[in-house]
């Protein structure tokens, strides 16, 4: 059992714990970082895809998961990052500043949608977000000047200081530019959560009518956690276009946008681990069962079939019993492992149970 | 001198009065309860102070401002904090992180400083902090710092909205039923913190509350409430010896 006594403020406001839980980041950073000496270049390329979705999952933890404002319609945000990167990009604008701009430009989109968002709340708000993502599959037809509509657009590999960063011809270089935008807003988000920005999205997740007599602007706040996660959505989506080098209006549909509100669901709501973890899922989990239908395959003796929706059926599945059994998410059922270490023997069962909420009847929402 | 002042305010929703034509003043570094049976619209008047609701006529006064020219987020600005009835903590956050969501009125950084957490963002965390721990020390709340909110027994989430309030550093504290639900020691601790509350950071209190013995326990002056209307103000004696209150306490003697 760990104990970390505490001599001053600063080590409530350090995000590390004390210089253990430091030194465990820089080795799990360290082993990253060298991931193209130790990885193949298959694996090296499926690392890269799942560190893309764990920064679309940021995004969207930062809206759903700290924020609390459902959203089924980051599909299109992604879009309009990749978009905005790819236009930028064939105009002639650098990468170094196609790729922030683009960020920024699906940051203020997303403000312009925060707008008529902001009286609706759980069911409707996810109705809304989800027309949204539907709407933008047509508004990239509609606007094929620009976009190429059905056709898409193909990006290869863009240029970096006169480097060459290419998914295909230099994947190292390619990870650890996904890896270095990982970091950095992953530590743009840390900051966020110790200052009272990220304090007063978590008032309004938990009661709004509490946050308002803090003096907190509720739809302040929601706008700018709209802006923050759309902008941190554009910029997974511009990774993505280049991830994926061709892409046209059905690459964002709305089925991505479920597939990201599953991940930060089963990574765990309200946790940057939670984004992690939900990523690992959702980017292996193809893999995973197109290894083990193989292997079944040749235990069983029979040829492989393709079982159509088969992956959705296992994400169904997953997300189902995580709901039932673990509404906290892998990062909460770890947490809990954790915990039982720490405090082994006393662990008691309930140590996590939530509360009933006492009497809500005065609620004003 | 008055800090807050009520002025012919009335509340309609739909066809039932809330608050009907109410006037009263609370005085600067005074203790002041407002009485009276299960919908005479004392909460509603703590809700029109918040600014949740509207109010159909009639002006609120505070500190020379007018409320009614800002929204709910703008109260606290001026230096009104508030507790719920039926406490509105945030659930899924620890003790620590409730109060500093108090400080919120104070935060002179913006987003970008906050994402970087540069110099000027560690030195408002370090100060705000400061000022949680003198709350945390004045409420006795030490041993729950790090504590969830969602797993803290009903009497101390009590107290941790009284601390989240005070955070704020406010002009005036309004207490909505600081005592309901908590046992006779607890009401006695409540009765004394309200007087330190008043005595020792001079914050003025308003409070709504059933519990006859804290009120005329701690406040100065009382106003009784009926159907949105005043019964009677005074002093707590004077209140609970009113015939009027009586009456809509226990009836009318026949």
């Given at each position: 059992m760990r104990i970390v006594f505490k001599t001053g403020y600063m080590q409530d406001i350090r995000p590390w714990k004390d210089r253990y839980q430091l030194g465990l980041y820089l080795i799990l950073l360290a082993v990253v970082v060298a991931a193209p000496w130790w990885l193949d270049e298959f694996y090296l390329g499926e690392l890269t895809n799942v560190l893309i979705w764990a920064i679309a999952g940021l995004g969207l933890m930062i809206l759903t998961g700290h924020t609390g404002q459902i959203s089924l319609g980051h599909a299109a945000f992604l879009a309009f990052g990749c978009y905005a990167n790819v236009i930028l990009i064939e105009a002639g604008v650098p990468f170094l500043i196609a790729f922030p701009l683009a960020g920024i430009l699906t940051g203020i989109a997303g403000v312009t949608v925060a707008i008529p968002a902001l009286r609706l709340h759980g069911i409707y708000l996810a109705i809304f977000t989800m027309a949204l993502s539907i709407l933008m599959d047509d508004v990239i037809v509609l606007a094929e000047p620009i976009t190429g509509g059905v056709a898409g657009k193909y990006l290869g590999g863009v240029e970096i200081f006169g480097h060459l960063v290419d998914r295909w011809a230099t994947p190292d270089q390619f990870f650890w530019l996904v890896l270095i935008v990982a970091v950095l807003v992953t530590l743009g988000y840390i900051n966020l959560l110790r200052a009272p920005l990220g304090r007063s999205f978590i008032a309004v997740r938990d009661s709004e009518v509490s946050a308002q007599a803090m003096g907190v602007d509720i739809a302040k706040t929601k706008t700018i956690s709209f802006a923050l996660s759309c902008a941190v959505t554009g910029w997974a989506g511009a990774l993505m276009g280049l991830y994926a080098g061709a892409f046209n209006n059905e690459t964002f549909s709305v089925l991505i946008s479920i597939q990201l509100l599953m991940m930060v669901v089963i990574g765990g709501l309200g946790s940057i681990h939670g984004a992690f973890l939900g990523a690992v899922v959702i980017g292996f989990l193809p893999q995973f069962l197109s290894i083990s239908k193989e292997y079944i395959g040749a235990v069983v003796g029979g040829s492989t079939v393709a079982i159509p929706g088969l992956e959705f059926g296992i994400f169904g599945v997953i997300l189902i019993g995580f709901i039932l059994f673990e509404p906290m998410g892998m990062y909460g059922r770890w947490l809990k492992i954790r915990t039982w270490f720490e405090l082994f023997p006393f662990y008691r069962k309930d140590m996590f149970k939530r509360q009933k909420s006492y009497l809500k009847t005065e609620r004003l929402r | 001198?008055?800090?807050?002042?009520?002025?012919?305010?009335?509340?309609?929703?739909?066809?039932?009065?809330?608050?009907?034509?109410?006037?009263?003043?609370?005085?600067?570094?005074?203790?002041?309860?407002?009485?009276?049976?299960?919908?005479?619209?004392?909460?509603?008047?703590?809700?029109?102070?918040?600014?949740?609701?509207?109010?159909?006529?009639?002006?609120?006064?505070?500190?020379?401002?007018d409320l009614l020219q800002v929204k709910s987020s703008g109260v606290a600005a001026y230096g009104v904090a508030r507790?719920?009835?039926?406490?509105?903590?945030?659930?899924?956050?620890?003790?620590?992180?409730?109060?500093?969501?108090?400080?919120?009125?104070?935060?002179?950084?913006?987003?970008?400083?906050?994402?970087?957490?540069?110099?000027?963002?560690?030195?408002?965390?370090?100060?705000?902090?400061?000022?949680?721990?003198?709350?945390?020390?004045?409420?006795?709340?030490?041993?729950?710092?790090?504590?969830?909110?969602?797993?803290?027994?009903?009497?101390?989430?009590?107290?941790?909205?009284?601390?989240?309030?005070?955070?704020?550093?406010?002009?005036?504290?309004?207490?909505?039923?600081?005592?309901?639900?908590?046992?006779?020691?607890?009401?006695?601790?409540?009765?004394?913190?309200?007087?330190?509350?008043?005595?020792?950071?001079?914050?003025?209190?308003l409070m709504v509350e059933h519990d006859m013995g804290l009120v005329s326990g701690v406040s100065d002056r009382v106003l009784a409430m009926a159907d949105g209307a005043e019964l009677a103000l005074g002093t707590p004696a004077e209140v609970q010896s009113h015939p009027a209150v009586i009456e809509a306490y226990l009836g009318k003697a026949s």
């Open positions: - | 001198m008055s800090l807050l002042e009520f002025e012919n305010v009335t509340l309609k929703f739909g066809g039932l009065t809330a608050v009907n034509d109410l006037s009263f003043e609370v005085q600067e570094g005074e203790v002041f309860a407002i009485v009276g049976p299960n919908g005479a619209g004392k909460s509603t008047v703590f809700n029109l102070i918040s600014r949740f609701y509207d109010p159909f006529a009639g002006s609120i006064q505070f500190d020379g401002h507790t719920f009835q039926n406490i509105e903590l945030f659930e899924h956050a620890t003790v620590l992180q409730n109060l500093l969501v108090g400080r919120h009125r104070h935060r002179k950084t913006n987003l970008i400083s906050e994402i970087l957490f540069t110099r000027s963002a560690r030195r408002q965390e370090l100060d705000n902090r400061e000022k949680v721990e003198e709350i945390i020390d004045f409420l006795d709340l030490q041993a729950f710092r790090d504590k969830m909110i969602s797993g803290l027994p009903y009497g101390v989430r009590k107290v941790v909205e009284v601390a989240r309030a005070l955070a704020t550093d406010p002009k005036l504290l309004l207490l909505d039923e600081p005592a309901s639900g908590l046992s006779v020691e607890e009401t006695t601790g409540m009765r004394w913190w309200i007087d330190d509350i008043r005595r020792q950071m001079g914050i003025t209190v």
